[in-house]
């Protein structure tokens, strides 16, 4: 897991979650904030990224990546 350093609020950020997979298939990728989950990506869910609402995050589902070697989140606005 890559943690951005402190930020300015409105400044982009990346959270990356990083991992090798080899031949196994990836079950979830979650992210807490304050240990409260705020957003999950499970393949096998539909739709398989959902954010979940927390007071002070602000996300656009549509800019999550994945592949093989990890997954992450490109934030607009910095609001962690």
Do not use: H
Request: proline share 8%; aromatic share 16%.
């Amino acid at each position: 897991m890559d943690v951005p350093s402190p930020t300015t609020q409105g400044e982009s950020v990346e959270l990356i979650c990083s991992y090798e997979l080899d031949e196994d298939k990836l079950y979830s990728v979650k992210w807490y904030k304050d240990d409260v989950e705020f957003y999950r990506y499970v393949p096998n869910d539909w739709p398989p990224g959902q954010f979940l609402p927390l007071q002070g995050v602000r996300l656009d589902v549509s800019m999550f990546y994945l592949n093989q070697k990890g997954a992450g989140y490109l934030l607009k606005t910095t609001q962690l």
